[in-house]
Each structure stands twice: as structure tokens, then as C-alpha cells.
């Protein structure tokens, strides 16, 4: 494996970026910074891989067989649910911005600045 | 009395369970006082921690999961006495808050405490864990509650504007934290904070630690509002309903520096040591660029709460050129100065709403002379103490944390330090003066083409609840305000913060009582005395601000005298209204373009 996961995390990372930087639609930064999430998962993952290892389950293990890292599957699985979480309040924000304001698009929601 | 420890987080949430099942079937009035008790009885458990944790830190192992070997095999909770001081903080100030917010909502429900005891349970689970995941979920759990707090008037559009503002930046935050922990881990294999510093230590510093440790600085510098990072905390803090908003201000924002800070000392201390020189002036410089334009936007704003806003960047900006210094001093004169400095700003975030709510706007210009009634005489009173005192004013907690602040400077041979910081407060305060004589006072024109926001009403909907808030309301600042001072005239508590930065920074008593269980023994408390250059920069700190205030009122009387018309702002002025453009999509950019900045930099250093 080596550093492939990561690469993938990096662009997944980016991608998520630019998409939030350019976008004209909430909902769009919403799944972009899903697309971001995504990457701290395969990040994760890809710390606690081990090349021809098996899951993770301790009972009748057969002699000699390398578990992956279950730490990190623990952390993949919270940052599941953070993830969750933070969308559907994002969600409903955006759905709340259109519903008072008009637009979903970030570009025209301005009673703040300066 | 480790056993209290897991009660700081666990009261309050289980409370906020309870109170948001059962909330819909008994009276708001019964929820909003029971909520003050939980928070109250909150507040009794972290003094109780605060008083243990004086003789060395308290170490809580959960399911009692010992180390085994030297090895962390379970979760644990680690309060030193400057981390037990900040889980007081925030817990006083969710007792104001929540105080405060009897009577302030029109129809609040029940839901707005159930948040802000959520709230309070992830910040001080925050600033006292001692394992990197479980902070990155404490860090989530108050940055969730946070958002919901903050839109909690969803019928505004600018409300909606600053609460995504805030949700869709702390997020990016918390994906940097999670991908610096994922490196930490894959290099290390271990998750407790004393732990990953044991194995880094054991390994010389490269570019994988480098980057680490950007990433996480990164993610708590995002939630702290450091300059590049801040672009939502203005806006997001200009739609908090007041209470919210005294928990932001208060302690939110400078919760990220405290973190930056326990990370560096108990994971990264020893690995880069011989590169500490360069963090260092990294850290100050992010400090002083956040000091310093924190401070110039506060003085371009006409919103009372924007003015706020920014005086919170930068005053986080001022405790971070503290905590930078990396040396113990410094540790404690930052942690002082939050602690001190956050009851004030909490005062004045309360304050500021009861004025808002009384004057149907919060417009600076718009207000003159509106505040100059019977009925706001307390209020104003209290604003006026509070903005005083967060000048340094002797006598206040914020004086003697700059004394220690200029100590701190001097044993790192950056003398000049507590000048620039000195000066910036004297700005922040000025602008509150300013908007204070403004309101209050009716001083000063009642136009002034420079500041942002020039001719906008209210932004954040407080004027638009129906009755006007009690006047007893104004006893929730006015207490802060009384604990502000408390915090300066007891001269013990110096003496305690500094010795418990001496404990803050010793890492490797740190990490032999988490994974050992050796009880190192107390460091002896020293006598803390006010030096010169603490009664100078405070001297200063004040006429400074006089004049700052005295320039925003009058000032371009003076101009026109001198040029026969007023000038439209110059561009550097309409240069920075423009970068605060509240579009989140710009501000995603800036916070990208801060992070490679900080990436590239802390690699190279580590190198």
C-alpha cells in the first residue's frame, strides 16, 4: 500500500477544497465537504492497513495471521458519525439561509461583511 | 479526587439529556433554573478540581484502564492547574449565560439550555483530556452545539450567513485536526498526548512530524481565529444572541490557543526541541499579525458587536504572542490573561445584548446618544468598567497577567513584546471607549465614512424579541466584571499561575505521572510582584486608548480643519472592508492559502 491511500486522501482533501472555494451553491459545499471527510477516512484507514491482514476480530484467530489496526477503524467510525452530524445541521442551515433569504448561493447571501 | 474529573463533562451532559427528553413536560421556567444549577453545580466541581490540581496534576484513567508498562492502553483525563483554571472559566461563564438567558428570549424553549449545557460539557472536556482523539471529539461537541447556538434565531438571514460561515470553517478546521492526528498516529501508534511525545522523542524530527503539527495547528488556530483563520468568527459572532455570544467571546476562541499549546508541550516538545527557536517566531509572528489587524478592524467597525468580535481576535492574537514565547512563563501569563481577560469580554458580550435589545439597534453611529436614559445607567456602567478593565487596568486580572506576560518576554530576550501588545489593547479598548462615549455619551459625530457597516441596522435580531429584557439582567456582566477584578486583587493567584506553568511545561514529569504514576513532587508557589514595565504598558495601554477614542470621535474634525473636507477612507481601509467579504467560499481560500503557508514552514523547521 505505502503512500497510495495517502495520495488518494490528499487529492480527496483538495478536491474538497477547490469545491468549497468555487462553488455558487450550498448544498454543493455541503457534499464537498463531504468529499473532505471522506479523505480523513481513507487517511485513517490507510495509517492502520497491514498488507494481507485480516480483520481485526481476535476470537479463532489462526496462528500467524497479522489483524489490521482496529484503533483506527474505532476513529474511522466516530469520525462517521461527527460527519453525520455536522451534515444534517449543515443541511438544515442552508435550507433554513434559503427559506429566509432567498438563495442558496453563498455569493448572494451578504448582510455581512467588512 | 481524580474520581471528579469525569463529573465536569458528565453533569453537564447527562443534565442536557435529561433536560431535553423531559423539557417539553415541565414549565420553561423549572428547565431554565434547573439548567442553572447543573451549570452552577458544574462551576462547584471544577474549583473543587482547580484546588487538587494546585499541588500536581490530576491524572483519570477511564474503566480504570492503567498504563501497563508505560503503555496507554486506555482514555484518560490529565488537568493541570492552568487547564483546571480554563474549565472554570467556562464554567462560570455558562452560569451567567444560562442566567442570563431567563427572561432575555421571548420563547427560547427549552432547547437553548439543553445547548448550552452540551456546550459547556464539550469545552471542558476540551481543556482537559489527555488523549489527541478524544480532543479532536470534544472539539467537535462544542463546535457542533456551537453552530447551533449561534443560528438559534433561525428567522434572519444574516444569522443563517454567520452560522454557516462558522459551521463550514470549523469543519475544514476539524478535518485538519483529524488528518494530523491520523499522521501522529501512523507515525507514532499511540493516541495519548504523554504517550505520542515519549515514541517522537525517540525519533528525530522529519517532515511527516513537521506536518503533523501544521496540520493541528492549523485546526486550533482555525477554531482560535488567528489571522489568516477569522473570517467567520467576525461574522459568526455578530449574529450570536447575547448569552451564546459571552461563551464564545468569553472562553470559545482562546480554548483553540490552550489546545495548540498542550499539544506542542506534551507531544512535540522534546522532538523539536533544537528547532524551537524558529516555531517560536512563527507562533508570534501568526500572534502579533493577528494582534495587530485584529485590532485595526475593531476600530473600523460601527456594529457594537463586530467591534467585539474582533477585539476577541485580536486579544487571542495577544495571548498567543504569550503562549508562543514556549517558555513557562509565558504559558502562564497566557493563561492568565485568558482567564481574566474572558470574564470582561463575557461581561461585555452581555452588556452589548442588553443595550441592542433596549435600543432596537447596535449601529454605533445610529445609537449616539440613544443610550443616555435612566434605565441604562447600570448597563452602561457596567460596559464602561468592563472595557476599562480589559485595558489592563491596575487592579484587574488582565493587569497582573500582562505583568507576568512581561516577564515572560524578557526571559526570552523579546522585551518589545508586551509594547506591541500593549498597543494593540490600547486600540480594541479605544474602540470600545469610543462606541461607549458614542451611545452612552452622545460624543463624537454621528457619521464617519470609514467604519464598515456604516448605515445598517441591527444585524443579529436581538432588537426584535418583543419585551424588553429585565433590568435585573444587568447583574449577570456585573458580576463577571466583579470576578474580573477578584481575579487581580488576590496577588496568590499569580504566584499559582506561575508555578503551574513551570508544571505545564515539564513534560517529562508530565508523561512519567500519566504513564507511570510517579507523582512528581509540587513546585513551591512564588511570590508574584508587579514589575515596571507592567505599570508602564499599563499606563500606556490607557492613553493610548483615550486617544484612539478621542481620534475616532473627533478626528476628522481635526482633518477638515486642516484640509476644509472630510476624505472618503483611503484604500487600504476599503481594501480590508472588501477582504471581510462574508462570502465563505473567500474565505475558504484565505484559510487554504494560511494552511500551505503554515505546512511548508513548520516541514522545513522540522526538516
Same mark, same amino acid.
Given at each position: ?59 479463532? @484467530? ?26 444534517? @445541521?449543515? @443541511? ?23 | ?607
Amino acid at each position: 500500500m505505502g503512500v497510495y491511500p495517502f495520495v488518494v486522501a490528499a487529492v480527496l482533501f483538495v478536491a474538497g477544497l477547490y469545491g468549497i472555494a468555487t462553488t455558487r451553491d450550498l448544498i454543493h459545499t455541503a457534499v464537498c465537504l463531504t468529499v473532505m471527510q471522506s479523505s480523513t477516512y481513507v487517511a485513517l484507514l490507510g495509517v492502520g492497513y497491514v498488507r494481507g491482514g485480516t480483520a481485526p476480530i481476535h476470537q479463532d @484467530l489462526p496462528h500467524g495471521a497479522r489483524p489490521v489496526d482496529p484503533v483506527v477503524q474505532a476513529l474511522t467510525l466516530t469520525d462517521v458519525v461527527v460527519s453525520v452530524v455536522v451534515l444534517a @445541521l449543515i @443541511l438544515a442551515l442552508v435550507i433554513q439561509a434559503h427559506r429566509r433569504g432567498g438563495t442558496a448561493d453563498p455569493d448572494r447571501l451578504r448582510e455581512l461583511r467588512g | 479526587m481524580n474520581d471528579l474529573l469525569p463529573l465536569l463533562v458528565a453533569v453537564p451532559l447527562l443534565s442536557a439529556a435529561a433536560l431535553a427528553g423531559l423539557g417539553a413536560f415541565i414549565p420553561g421556567r423549572v428547565t431554565e433554573l434547573v439548567a442553572v444549577g447543573v451549570a452552577a453545580a458544574t462551576s462547584v466541581l471544577a474549583f473543587i478540581v482547580l484546588l487538587d490540581a494546585r499541588a500536581h496534576d490530576l491524572v483519570y484513567w477511564f474503566g480504570g484502564w492503567q498504563p501497563s508498562g508505560g503503555h496507554a492502553l486506555g482514555i484518560a483525563f490529565t488537568v493541570n492547574e492552568l487547564d483546571a483554571g480554563i474549565a472554570c472559566l467556562v464554567c462560570v461563564l455558562a452560569v451567567a449565560a444560562l442566567t442570563f438567558s431567563i427572561r432575555y428570549f421571548d420563547d427560547a424553549g427549552h432547547l437553548f439550555q439543553v445547548l448550552v449545557l452540551v456546550f459547556l460539557a464539550g469545552m471542558t472536556g476540551f481543556s482537559i483530556t489527555g488523549d489527541l482523539f478524544n480532543l479532536f471529539v470534544f472539539f467537535e461537541l462544542m463546535t457542533v452545539s456551537g453552530y447551533a447556538l449561534c443560528g438559534y434565531r433561525v428567522e434572519r438571514p444574516s444569522v443563517m450567513q454567520g452560522t454557516l460561515n462558522f459551521a463550514i470553517l470549523n469543519t475544514i478546521g476539524a478535518f485538519f485536526v483529524v488528518m494530523g492526528i491520523a499522521l501522529l498516529y501512523g507515525r507514532t501508534g499511540a493516541l495519548n498526548l504523554a504517550q505520542i511525545g515519549e515514541r517522537l522523542s525517540h525519533q528525530p524530527a522529519d517532515a511527516t512530524t513537521g506536518i503533523a503539527f501544521a496540520l493541528l495547528c492549523v485546526g486550533f488556530l482555525v477554531k482560535a481565529g488567528a489571522i489568516p483563520f477569522h473570517f467567520w468568527l467576525s461574522d459568526a459572532y455578530a449574529v450570536a444572541a447575547a448569552p451564546a455570544g459571552a461563551l464564545f467571546a468569553g472562553v470559545m476562541s482562546d480554548l483553540g490557543y490552550h489546545a495548540l499549546a498542550r499539544v506542542y508541550w506534551t507531544c512535540f516538545r522534546d522532538s523539536v526541541a533544537g528547532d524551537a527557536g524558529h516555531i517560536r517566531a512563527v507562533l508570534l509572528t501568526v500572534g502579533v499579525v493577528t494582534a495587530v489587524g485584529g485590532a485595526v478592524m475593531c476600530y473600523l467597525q460601527a456594529d457594537l458587536k463586530r467591534q467585539l468580535a474582533f477585539l476577541v481576535v485580536s486579544h487571542g492574537g495577544a495571548s498567543l504572542t504569550m503562549a508562543g514565547l514556549l517558555n513557562a512563563e509565558g504559558m502562564s501569563a497566557s493563561t492568565a490573561y485568558v482567564i481574566s481577560d474572558g470574564v470582561l469580554k463575557g461581561a461585555v458580550f452581555l452588556a452589548l445584548g442588553l443595550t441592542v435589545a433596549a435600543l432596537h439597534g447596535s449601529n454605533e453611529l445610529q445609537l449616539r446618544g440613544r443610550g443616555r436614559q435612566r434605565r441604562l445607567l447600570a448597563v452602561g456602567v457596567v460596559l464602561g468598567v468592563a472595557s476599562v478593565g480589559m485595558g489592563a487596568l491596575p487592579g484587574f486580572g488582565t493587569w497582573r497577567a500582562m505583568s507576568l506576560s512581561a516577564g515572560a518576554a524578557r526571559s526570552a530576550g523579546l522585551g518589545w513584546l508586551p509594547f506591541v501588545v500593549a498597543a494593540t489593547t490600547a486600540v480594541t479598548v479605544g474602540t470600545l471607549l469610543r462606541s461607549y462615549a458614542r451611545v452612552f455619551l452622545g460624543w463624537g459625530r454621528g457619521s464617519d465614512p470609514a467604519l464598515a457597516g456604516e448605515g445598517d441596522d441591527e444585524i443579529g435580531g436581538e432588537s426584535e424579541e418583543r419585551s424588553a429584557p429585565s433590568r435585573w439582567l444587568v447583574l449577570a456582566p456585573a458580576l463577571l466584571v466583579a470576578a474580573g477584578f477578584a481575579l487581580g486583587l488576590a496577588p496568590p493567584l499569580a504566584g499559582h499561575a506561575v508555578a503551574a506553568g513551570r508544571v505545564f511545561v515539564d513534560t517529562h514529569a508530565y508523561a512519567g505521572q500519566v504513564l507511570r504514576g510517579v507523582v512528581p513532587p509540587a513546585h513551591a508557589v512564588p511570590a508574584a510582584h508587579v514589575g515596571a514595565t507592567a505599570w508602564l504598558t499599563s499606563a500606556l495601554t490607557l492613553a493610548l486608548a483615550v486617544l484612539t477614542a478621542s481620534w475616532g470621535l473627533w478626528g476628522d474634525r481635526l482633518r477638515a480643519a486642516r484640509r476644509a473636507e472630510s476624505r472618503p477612507p483611503s484604500a487600504t481601509v476599503r481594501a480590508l472592508h472588501a477582504v471581510h467579504s462574508g462570502v465563505v467560499s473567500d474565505y475558504v481560500v484565505w484559510l487554504t492559502g494560511g494552511a500551505a503557508a503554515l505546512c511548508v514552514t513548520l516541514s522545513a523547521i522540522a526538516r
